[in-house]
């Protein structure tokens, strides 16, 4: 099994530089400071330094079983006390063996390593402890990257999941809906709730169809949401009139799936079902800066008793919105002068 440590290409970048620089001062001290020759100065640093460096890789399994999530502050730092005593003094003993086989014929570089094996036994505990703080700084750090990473995985599948509740809950609104207009003709023009059922059939294979995508092709959402429009043409007749203002950019700009169907649905509750007129229904489709702005507008009798809904597509297009572009301005309608106006406006990505 792979230390974790060295496997962390990075922390074991850093773990190598640290070395090699304590490695170069160590020796550079040994040389000007206490006047030892060039190879006594090399050799020393060098056991010294790789031993250590070894017995360091060792230090991860401690410190990552020795957390603070598991024990007290006290104990930790017991811990690590007695870990860094013991560890330093095989440190300076397995060193100091090496070293007088290395050098048994030296007598004077003996005597100065015997008298350094107090303060040698000090600077191991030292590397110790920078080492252990080294190592949890790397595993915290590595934590909260995780963290982050999952909270985002988390938020992702959230936002999706509350996007699909919001798509799945326009079906059972437009079924709802569609089957009331076809109860009514049942009796009356069986002919044309026939063709209205299978119209539906084949609006509802298309809808189901594209559930798990989020965003499809303009062009497409406004054939599928015409699909209603056929539908409702059967029952109400000459009493709507639709039409469209499409430009070239509009036909391939992506826009959330089953945008518009809701959109129309209303004008066809609030604006055919109240008026004895023929309500005119307009799509729009018109180039801005960095958005691309529908409008669909229809008129309506002034005078009607508004029909009561539950408010889920406006509402549902509103959340949808605001979940998929991180805005809160992309939806506007309006009433002025019996023309109801609705305006969605999607970012040019």
Request: charged share 20%.
């Amino acid at each position: 099994m792979i230390n974790p440590f060295v496997k962390n290409i990075k922390s074991f970048s850093v773990y190598l530089i640290s070395w090699i620089f304590i490695f170069l001062l160590h020796t550079n001290i040994l040389y000007f400071v206490l006047n030892l020759s060039l190879t006594e100065c090399i050799i020393d640093s060098f056991v010294f330094n790789l031993t250590f460096l070894v017995l360091g890789l060792s230090f991860w399994y401690s410190t990552k079983f020795i957390s603070f999530e598991i024990y007290s502050t006290v104990k930790i730092i017991t811990n690590h006390f007695t870990a860094a005593f013991f560890t330093s003094g095989i440190w300076v003993f397995l060193d100091y063996w090496i070293l007088s086989n290395i050098f048994n014929n030296n007598n004077e570089y003996l005597n100065f390593l015997y008298d350094s094996l107090v303060w040698r036994f000090f600077i191991g505990m030292m590397y110790y402890f920078i080492i252990v703080a080294l190592i949890y700084i790397i595993i915290y750090y590595g934590n909260f990257q995780e963290k982050v990473l999952k909270e985002s995985e988390l938020k992702s599948l959230v936002k999706e999941a509350e996007l699909k509740s919001l798509k799945y809950q326009i079906n059972p609104h437009f079924i709802f809906n569609s089957l009331n207009s076809i109860s009514a003709l049942t009796l009356t023009e069986p002919d044309l709730a026939r063709k209205m059922t299978i119209d539906l059939s084949t609006f509802l294979r298309k809808t189901l169809s594209s559930n798990e995508i989020q965003k499809s092709k303009l062009i497409d959402e406004l054939n599928n949401a015409k699909l209603y429009l056929d539908i409702e043409k059967i029952r109400f007749g000459d009493k709507f009139i639709y039409s469209e203002e499409l430009s070239d950019a509009c036909m391939t700009i992506e826009v959330p799936t089953m945008i518009l169907q809701p959109i129309f649905e209303n004008a066809i509750k609030h604006g055919v079902y109240e008026s004895l007129e023929p309500v005119n229904i307009n799509f729009k489709c018109e180039e801005l800066d960095e958005y691309m702005k529908l409008t669909i507008t229809n008129n309506y009798d002034d005078e009607a008793v508004p029909h009561k809904g539950e408010g889920i597509g406006i509402t549902n297009i509103q959340s949808r919105l605001r979940m998929i572009y991180n805005q809160d301005n992309l939806l506007k309608f309006s009433k002025n002068n019996g023309i109801f106006t609705v305006t969605i406006f999607i970012p040019v990505q």
